[in-house]
């Protein structure tokens, strides 16, 4: 996230957040994300509850 946007890392958290949340819930995040930190925050949360750690191997 921040390589994509080092001066604005809000814009993309919520954006990543109202993809992954359910249809129905979305009117309910969308007004929870805009309080202060709060999208990084779950985006945060939601990384760390449901992203798969992978072993990534880079070759030149």
Known sequence: M????MDN??????????RCVH???KE????LIHRPG???Q?????NEDFA???DI????
């Open 2 to 5: 921040n390589e994509m946007a």
């Open 9 to 18: 890392k809000v814009a993309p958290a919520k954006n990543y957040l109202m």
């Open 23 to 25: 249809p129905e819930d």
């Open 28 to 31: 309910k995040l969308e007004k």
């Open 38 to 40: 709060a999208a990084l």
């Open 42 to 46: 779950l985006a945060a949360k939601l």
């Open 52 to 54: 798969v750690d992978l």
């Open 57 to 60: 191997t880079v070759k030149k």
